[in-house]
């Protein structure tokens, strides 16, 4: 929401109410990212391919994640690129940032911790090189005024397609 009310909308991903989708888990398109609202590394986050698993998928991280926060339910962006964003920012200005590519043995893919089995990292490059560079980071953190260390897990769409902040 916050990104369509600031012109960002293009990078936004759909988010869906959880208590909504459990009452009628036929109203949206499959797959879905079932995720807590916080956390790192892939740790909580599950694949719903269909609705017959979205029960269950969320009851679990509410029993296993509760430390993590609440359960969201948002549209999944299929591709085996993903690319997170470091980047330092003072008082709304971006200092220094750098990119690091993670690359998947599939396109939707749940990796157990930071480093797993089916994931290669391509190493740390410039923020050009990812779907969302520089000048995309240097309005966010502008937009935001945001201070502090961060870091943005972000998704190539398809050819044409920006990409999704997931």
């Not at 609440?70 to 940032?97: C, D, K």
């Not at 090189?129 to 943005?152: A, D, I, K």
């Amino acid at each position: 929401r916050w990104l369509q009310r600031h012109g960002m909308g293009a990078f936004a991903i759909r988010e869906f109410n959880v208590t909504r989708l459990l009452r009628d888990p036929q109203r949206v398109a499959y797959p879905l990212v079932i995720k807590p609202t916080t956390g790192i590394g892939g740790h909580g986050i599950t694949i719903v391919r269909q609705p017959a698993e979205l029960t269950e998928a969320v009851k679990r991280i509410r029993e296993h994640s509760a430390s993590l926060g609440a359960v969201l339910a948002q549209e999944a962006v299929e591709g085996t690129s993903e690319w997170g964003i470091y980047f330092a920012a003072f008082a709304g200005r971006l200092v220094a940032s750098v990119c690091k590519e993670f690359v998947f043995a599939a396109g939707l893919f749940v990796r157990d911790g930071v480093v797993g089995p089916g994931l290669k990292t391509a190493g740390a490059q410039p923020c050009g090189r990812s779907p969302f560079n520089e000048t995309h980071l240097r309005e966010l953190v502008g937009r935001t005024r945001y201070h502090g260390f961060g870091c943005l897990g972000i998704k190539a769409r398809g050819p044409g397609q920006p990409p999704a902040l997931i």
